[in-house]
């Protein structure tokens, strides 16, 4: 069964930082790539990074590129989300999925629960 | 970056009934298109993707449609389970974009 366990959520202040972590299981890690997907409270999903199966290919959104960074250590299962000047507006809860990418097919197959990063004074 | 807009944005409908979420994107994504479900508290989870295959283990009553910008997702007959809030979301170029979602309620 394919699981994904993110961890390292909480409470920051303006300009502060967090590192997300998420373990994955249940399937051959270092063959897929990942993601992180957010979501404010009370708002839509909104994709923030994507990472290659062996890191040569990162890609992020624009408002967070320079302040977060996507790793992944696929000798432990793990994918990583640096996150630094962090802003209000990064509160949300950030899921962690599984990126089903070929050719012809791209998209979120499997998600964790989500943990939930609050920025705020 | 692509603007995916979906309509309605809620949408009050009865079990038994037939409903359709239509989604539009900002310029042609091929068949660049997938639908998620999000019931409160939970993670999405993947209905369709590529505008109409369907998720293993997704029932029968979702099915997707379209191309280039105009996409339809439709469930033929809701279950009390389906009352959830749904997104489109395009994979045809970064930044991956969602639609505001279409909360579906309900009557």
């Known amino acids: 069964e394919v699981q994904l366990l993110e961890s390292g959520g909480g409470l920051v202040q303006p300009g502060g930082s967090l590192r997300l972590s998420c373990a994955a299981s249940?399937?051959?890690?270092?063959?897929?790539?990942m993601s992180w997907v957010r979501q404010a409270p009370g708002k839509g999903l909104e994709w923030v990074a994507n990472i290659k199966r062996d890191a040569s290919e990162k890609y992020y959104l624009g408002s967070v590129k320079g302040r977060f960074t996507i790793s992944r250590a696929n000798a432990w299962n793990s994918l990583y989300l640096d996150m630094s000047s962090l802003r209000a507006e990064d509160t949300a809860v950030y899921y962690c999925?599984?990126?089903?990418?070929?050719?012809?097919?791209?998209?979120?197959?499997?998600w964790g629960q989500g943990t939930l990063v609050t920025v705020s004074s | 970056d692509i603007q995916m807009t979906q309509s309605p944005s809620s949408l009050s409908a009865s079990v038994g009934d037939r409903v359709t979420i239509t989604c539009r994107a900002s310029q042609s994504i091929s068949n660049f298109l997938n639908w998620y479900q999000q019931k409160p508290g939970k993670a999405p989870k993947v209905l369709i993707y590529a505008v109409s295959s369907l998720q293993s283990g997704v029932p029968s009553r979702f099915s997707g449609s379209g191309s280039g910008t105009d996409f339809t997702l439709t469930i033929s007959s809701l279950q009390p389970e389906d009352f959830a809030t749904y997104y489109c979301?395009?994979?045809?170029?970064?930044?991956?974009?969602f639609g505001q979602g279409t909360k579906l309620e309900i009557k």
């Open positions: 249940g399937f051959s890690f270092s063959s897929y790539w």
């Open positions: 979301q395009q994979s045809y170029s970064t930044p991956l974009t």
């Open positions: 999925a599984r990126l089903v990418d070929t050719p012809m097919l791209h998209y979120f197959e499997y």
